[in-house]
């Protein structure tokens, strides 16, 4: 049988609590608890500073501020785990004072940061109140924090504002107990003009750029629960915080912070894949609708592989793609690792590469395919206009079995990949962005 092992209490813990409360600067032993400590910690592709990247296969709590009260315990469990044999658990009752949390600390002057981690509540407590999922604190005072309220089973941010009073918006209608979820959020902190993202099982949920917060920096993000009558029983695995830059490397005006994809084009913009384009004011858009051209796919796939040393050959692989081309050595690269073979529809039979044309979805399942090192495809395509006779299938079937594309679903109940239609800019961020979740690149 698996079991739980329960931490010690010593200290007094620094956020407004109340008396009573304890710190727990080190776990006991977990010898009974069995976990996989040579498991790999989470990545996420998430820009910015890694704070946290636990999945508590160490049996081990000591990276938080953990806090226990009155009939409140935390601890590593090994009874429930998304991947591996270990999660997080903290446990509060209804009886009086009874509190379980854990904190991570923020970097000091700390504006931006991101959470994301797996939740599994299997006990949820008395209608009134909520099961906290994140909560982002600017010293003592909680400026906003995510949670399931236990009446509805709603999933609602809540926002502080400079008053003291709150602001509550629901964000999906009913979360399931006893069942795995992945939340997410990232807070930017800036008093009337704060940022926030949630993400709810890998969809985006809720975005603005427009609340008013009565802080301008952020000191530790908190999990569990921060005050008594919030009883609960929550799992957590593979937790990720990260401190994130205040701003992109390029801010773009045609991108705002209610894009469907904006979470995507920010981390292209952060990790250099992109700097779009820049005005005659000084302000940078990307045109995220614009189909994606060859030569620019060349050049953000070459800038996702962290532009690697280079030189390319004097005398051009391409036709159509002279050494005085703008992207010369990034489409010159592409053909040296067998990304692009490109046409033989040159002056005779020359090889040509098409670099104004654009991207279709069924060459980009290609490129993205190669890239990876053409590995094994098992399963079959579960799209309509994807036959299996199609050229690129095997590319397509993989780019699907990784949860790199999802398609679209029709009112049929067929899924539709559409292979011929051409890739817009922000589709190719989202594309690399969910390519580098599963097989992270430098």
């Not at 996989?36 to 508590?56: L, R, Y």
């Not at 090994?78 to 904190?103: F, K, P, Q, V």
């Not at 793609?321 to 033989?344: D, H, M, R």
Request: hydrophobic share 40%.
């Amino acid at each position: 049988m698996k079991r739980l092992y329960r931490l010690g209490l010593s200290g007094i813990l620094g956020l407004a609590l109340g008396a009573g409360a304890a710190i727990v600067a080190a776990p006991a032993e977990a010898a009974s608890v069995s976990c996989q400590p040579a498991t790999a910690a989470p990545t996420d592709s998430f820009p910015g500073n890694t704070v946290v990247a636990d999945n508590f296969e160490s049996g081990s709590l000591s990276p938080y501020t953990v806090v226990t009260q009155g009939t409140g315990t935390a601890g590593v469990s090994s009874t429930l785990a998304h991947d591996g044999a270990c999660s997080a658990y903290m446990h509060a009752t209804i009886d009086s004072g009874s509190i379980s949390n854990m904190a991570v600390p923020l970097p000091a002057g700390s504006t931006h940061a991101y959470a994301a981690g797996w939740f599994n509540i299997t006990t949820a407590g008395v209608a009134g109140n909520d099961v906290p999922y994140f909560r982002f604190f600017s010293g003592a005072t909680r400026i906003m924090d995510i949670f399931r309220y236990n009446s509805t089973a709603n999933f609602v941010l809540r926002v502080t504002a400079p008053d003291g009073t709150f602001s509550y918006t629901t964000m999906v209608s009913t979360v399931a107990l006893n069942s795995w979820h992945h939340i997410a959020i990232d807070v930017s902190a800036n008093g009337s003009a704060t940022a926030a993202q949630v993400w709810f099982d890998d969809k985006s949920v809720y975005s603005s750029s427009t609340l008013n917060v009565p802080a301008t920096s952020l000191s530790s993000v908190m999990l569990g629960s921060e005050h008594p009558t919030q009883q609960a029983d929550i799992y957590v695995d593979d937790l990720i915080v990260k401190n994130e830059p205040a701003s992109s490397s390029y801010s773009f005006t045609d991108v705002t912070s209610s894009y469907p994809y904006y979470k995507e084009i920010t981390w292209a913009a952060d990790a250099g894949i992109t700097t779009g384009w820049l005005m005659p004011d000084n302000s940078r858009q990307f045109r995220p609708l614009e189909s994606i051209s060859r030569e620019a796919m060349a050049a953000f796939i070459y800038r996702y592989m962290g532009s690697p040393a280079y030189t390319p050959p004097a005398t051009p692989k391409f036709a159509d793609v002279p050494t005085n081309s703008a992207f010369y050595k990034e489409v010159s690269w592409l053909a040296a690792q067998g990304i692009t073979t490109g046409y033989n529809d040159g002056p005779n039979g020359a090889a040509t590469f098409h670099p104004q044309s654009s991207v279709n979805r069924d060459a980009m399942a290609a490129f993205i395919y190669r890239l990876n090192g053409s590995p094994a495809v098992s399963g079959t395509s579960n799209f309509s206009d994807v036959p299996s006779n199609y050229p690129f299938y095997k590319e397509i079937t993989w780019l699907a079995s990784n949860n790199i594309t999802t398609g679209w679903a029709m009112p049929d109940g067929t899924t539709e990949f559409r292979p011929l239609t051409p890739v817009a800019r922000d589709a190719t961020a989202a594309f690399l962005y969910r390519t580098n979740a599963k097989y992270p690149k430098p």
